[in-house]
């Protein structure tokens, strides 16, 4: 589908979990710093906006869930639902479709991104919100952490980032397919992860990989212009002028080249054309969004 045909809009979120629970993603309790969820809930429609939470990514679900609906509350919204998907079955059972077919906003916890795709990729709720979104204007898909991840169709999985220019050190997985175009990673920053998006592009130099920081996100529009939110950074990496890419020839556990990967840093309210690989950079004197 042509980027000028979708309609809908994707929020990716770089995560920014709640310190204290666990060091291990997958049981971490994601919290969204009240000033991009602001963000989510103003596409959205502002706070009648009927928001669907779906937690399947996390190990503690019922626990997120809560969150959610706490955090949705602190910005005034009051019809906020959440849809705890932990099977196939949930996928498809009538008060999961219903619930997808009417929200204005899907919004896509952090934890384990194969989830996600394991439970909602290929069901009814998954060819739902993909028809939603590229024929809605309005209609939102957010996700934090494994959330955003699990929007593109080439999905980062899992990968050591001591290891990560390592070939075979990062393992891929199909997605859910929102944004063919790129590759998210999140928690970017923080957990140091630029040899890991480096070799996913390497692996797929036609696509365009975003590392986003905690607090930090994407707005992106028609499947092409990205803004970009929140107060940390998103690292572009653009593969399409590779001079030089040895991962296809090289053996399992080699080091590998990457000549003349383009490399973009950007800050709230820079914008991103995916089609185009162009930046255009937030005027100095402009107000941050």
Known sequence: MSHSKIKGTLIPIGGNEDKGIEENEKYTLEFIQEGILYHVVQQAGGKDAHIVVIPTASSIPVEVGENYLSAFSALGCKNVTVLDIRSVEDSEKQTSIDLVKQANCIMFSGGDQSKITNKIGG?????????????????????????????????IAGGSPKDAFVKGAVTMYKGLGLIPELIIDTHFIQRGRFGRVSQAVSKFPNLVGFGLAEDTGMIIKNGNDCTVIGSGMVIVFDGHKLTHNNEKVLEEGTPMTMVNLVVNILTNGDLYNIENRQVSVLPIEADFI
């Open 123 to 155: 069901t009814t709720i998954h060819k739902i919100m993909l028809d939603r979104y590229q024929n809605e204007t309005g209609f939102v898909i957010a996700g934090t952490s494994a959330g955003a991840m699990a929007m593109t169709n080439e999905m």
